[in-house]
């Protein structure tokens, strides 16, 4: 994963409109890692939003209801990368989960998504509820990516573990 990681660290994945998808267990360091990834990319003058998925989709969502849907995405595709952070954490109902597949198919081959999730692609139906739509956000982002996986144990609850040893 190091190899992977040094590698996104110049940018050239921006470039290219692939994505970065982070996998793991709770706690793992997903957030932290798309995180030091993107600050290391806003140094070399890249463009990026970190916003958490439920925020997101709230936000895209009350623009679709207000009818500004594509003037908000016009204005997201100006970043080289949106980091989605916890994408499936949250239950989201079927309305807010199709304005989020809106944004993934609006940057498929046009900018880069970085996404942190604890769910494998396996329950992505859990996200985007049924199986067609599933299919076709999880096509688009994988179609063009590098996936890293944390699976290590929780840093919170190792964390725990020795504070109260002491």
């Given at each position: 994963?190091?190899?992977?990681?040094?590698?996104?660290?110049?940018?050239?994945?921006?470039?290219?409109?692939?994505?970065?998808?982070?996998?793991?267990?709770?706690?793992?360091?997903?957030?932290?890692?798309?995180?030091?990834?993107?600050?290391?990319?806003?140094?070399?003058?890249?463009?990026?939003?970190?916003?958490?998925?439920?925020?997101?989709?709230?936000?895209?969502?009350?623009a679709k209801q207000n009818l500004r849907?594509?003037?908000?995405?016009?204005?997201?595709?100006?970043?080289?990368?949106?980091?989605?952070?916890?994408?499936?954490?949250?239950?989201?109902?079927?309305?807010?989960?199709?304005?989020?597949?809106?944004?993934?198919?609006?940057?498929?081959?046009?900018?880069?998504?970085?996404?942190?999730?604890?769910?494998p692609f396996s329950k992505w139906d859990?996200?985007?509820?049924?199986?067609?739509?599933?299919?076709?956000?999880?096509?688009?982002?994988?179609?063009?990516?590098?996936?890293?996986?944390?699976?290590?144990?929780?840093?919170?609850?190792?964390?725990?573990?020795?504070?109260?040893?002491?």
């Amino acid at each position: 994963m190091v190899a992977n990681v040094n590698a996104l660290l110049d940018g050239s994945f921006l470039d290219r409109a692939e994505n970065v998808l982070a996998f793991g267990n709770p706690g793992s360091g997903k957030t932290h890692l798309l995180c030091a990834i993107g600050q290391e990319l806003i140094y070399r003058g890249r463009r990026i939003r970190f916003m958490p998925c439920s925020l997101l989709v709230q936000q895209l969502l009350l623009a679709k209801q207000n009818l500004r849907l594509p003037q908000v995405l016009k204005k997201l595709s100006r970043y080289d990368a949106i980091i989605i952070n916890d994408i499936g954490y949250v239950e989201q109902n079927r309305e807010e989960m199709e304005v989020l597949f809106i944004l993934l198919a609006d940057r498929y081959d046009r900018g880069s998504v970085m996404i942190s999730s604890n769910l494998p692609f396996s329950k992505w139906d859990r996200i985007f509820k049924d199986h067609m739509t599933t299919a076709a956000a999880i096509d688009r982002v994988v179609h063009h990516s590098i996936i890293l996986e944390t699976n290590l144990p929780s840093y919170r609850l190792e964390q725990s573990k020795r504070s109260k040893k002491q």
